[in-house]
């Protein structure tokens, strides 16, 4: 996986449970946090607090299984060098 690859996945979907992209990607949470740590250091996503929930209130849902991220960027594009 490429930070083009995830921006693009990023861009299309707009707001993504960091274990949805661990599963498309077949990465491990740590690698996809870190590349989205830079896409937020570039403002193009930023970490949505308490987004995602199932929509009950039992609290068996781990939250931290429920990391969500969106897309406030423009469009994902690369750039000459390669980087959105």
Known sequence: MILSELAGYMT???RVA???MVHRF???PEVVRS???TLERKGRVRRVEGAAAC???C???NMAD???YEW???PASPSADGHP
Do not use: I, P
């Open 35 to 37: 590349m989205l740590a």
């Open 59 to 61: 609290g068996k849902c």
């Open 72 to 74: 406030v960027g423009v």
């Open 66 to 68: 429920l990391e969500t």
């Open 12 to 14: 299309q979907h707009r």
């Open 55 to 57: 929509g009950t209130s």
């Open 26 to 28: 077949g990465a491990s």
């Open 18 to 20: 960091l274990l949805d």
